[in-house]
């Protein structure tokens, strides 16, 4: 039974790096306390259930302890309908904290499911302040809905309802500023230590200001270079200096970005 001044009582199906980095700030917020941590690789659950004050770690299936208030199910997307189909059905509230799976992947298991989930990149051992961080949130029931949105409350100031499309759309437009350009900061750094000797840190103070103003102008208004003036000549040379797979890559964003600004 849920009791709103006592922590849930709670099971963590995951171990990976939004689990090692929101599981043990949802315990020392108070808002859970986590009996056992499911992963199928042993040692990933014991690491994450050191962790924790008195949480199990246990890899079978079977194992896992039916009897908690809570499930929270953090692991890659492809594998939450995957995990669902191991567990048993109770009638606890199931969470995950996917942004691009429906909640209804976990009907089976329950009447009361549904999500929680921090729209942020997690690393392990990488330290985030959740406090900033906007928590979408989504319940079958009002059940589901206030266990979802306790949680969130207990660690960040930024808790929004968000149905299965609207979460879709917020994960694409985050694989957009975060992972693509990740990639791109990582195709600059193999660039300047093949080529000239030095790493993206060179590219700093460019870096800074490129996030300056993405943050307070609309980031189309701040567009500069070779493409967004339609300077072929610079585009091509560019091109030469690089590998071909670099040079295409270069020239699909070259083009998208001149026909972004014809269209607009």
Same mark, same amino acid.
């Given at each position: 039974?849920? +009791?709103?001044?006592?922590?849930?009582?709670?099971?963590?199906?995951? %171990? $990976?790096? #939004?689990? &090692?980095? !929101?599981?043990?700030? =949802?315990?020392?917020?108070?808002?859970?306390?986590?009996?056992?941590?499911?992963?199928?690789?042993?040692?990933?659950?014991?690491?994450?259930?050191?962790?924790?004050?008195?949480?199990?770690?246990?890899?079978?299936?079977?194992?896992?302890?039916?009897?908690?208030?809570?499930?929270?199910?953090?692991?890659?997307?492809?594998?939450?309908?995957?995990?669902?189909? +191991?567990?048993?059905?109770?009638?606890?509230?199931?969470?995950?904290? %996917? $942004?691009? #799976?429906? &909640?209804? !992947?976990?009907?089976? =298991?329950?009447?009361?499911?549904?999500?929680?989930?921090?729209?942020?990149?997690?690393?392990?051992?990488?330290?985030?302040?959740?406090?900033?961080?906007?928590?979408?949130?989504?319940?079958?029931?009002?059940?589901?809905?206030?266990?979802?949105?306790?949680?969130?409350?207990?660690?960040?100031?930024?808790?929004?309802?968000?149905?299965?499309?609207?979460?879709?759309?917020?994960?694409?437009?985050?694989?957009?500023?975060?992972?693509?350009?990740?990639?791109?900061?990582?195709?600059?750094?193999?660039? =300047?230590?093949?080529?000239?000797?030095?790493?993206?840190?060179?590219?700093?103070?460019?870096?800074?200001?490129?996030?300056?103003?993405?943050?307070?102008?609309?980031?189309?208004?701040?567009?500069?270079?070779?493409?967004?003036?339609?300077?072929?000549?610079?585009?091509?040379?560019?091109?030469?200096?690089?590998?071909?797979?670099?040079?295409?890559?270069?020239?699909?964003?070259?083009?998208?970005?001149?026909?972004?600004?014809?269209?607009?």
């Amino acid at each position: 039974m849920i +009791q709103k001044d006592k922590p849930i009582e709670a099971v963590v199906i995951g %171990s $990976g790096n #939004v689990a &090692s980095v !929101v599981v043990p700030a =949802l315990e020392k917020a108070g808002a859970i306390a986590v009996r056992q941590v499911y992963s199928p690789t042993p040692e990933h659950a014991s690491a994450l259930a050191g962790r924790l004050a008195g949480a199990e770690a246990v890899s079978d299936p079977l194992a896992v302890d039916m009897s908690a208030d809570l499930y929270l199910v953090s692991v890659k997307d492809d594998a939450i309908a995957k995990v669902a189909a +191991q567990m048993r059905r109770n009638d606890a509230v199931w969470l995950h904290t %996917s $942004g691009g #799976v429906e &909640s209804s !992947v976990m009907a089976p =298991l329950t009447d009361s499911y549904g999500v929680f989930y921090p729209l942020q990149t997690f690393s392990r051992g990488v330290e985030v302040d959740l406090s900033v961080v906007p928590v979408f949130i989504q319940g079958s029931d009002v059940r589901s809905l206030d266990v979802a949105r306790r949680l969130g409350e207990s660690i960040s100031g930024k808790v929004y309802e968000a149905d299965g499309p609207m979460r879709a759309k917020l994960h694409a437009a985050a694989v957009y500023a975060c992972n693509f350009t990740n990639h791109l900061w990582a195709i600059a750094d193999d660039i =300047l230590r093949r080529e000239t000797g030095t790493d993206l840190g060179v590219l700093r103070p460019l870096l800074e200001e490129t996030m300056r103003k993405a943050l307070t102008m609309r980031p189309a208004d701040g567009q500069t270079g070779p493409a967004r003036r339609g300077d072929r000549g610079v585009i091509e040379k560019h091109k030469s200096l690089l590998t071909q797979d670099e040079a295409q890559l270069y020239e699909t964003l070259s083009q998208h970005i001149m026909d972004y600004y014809e269209r607009n």
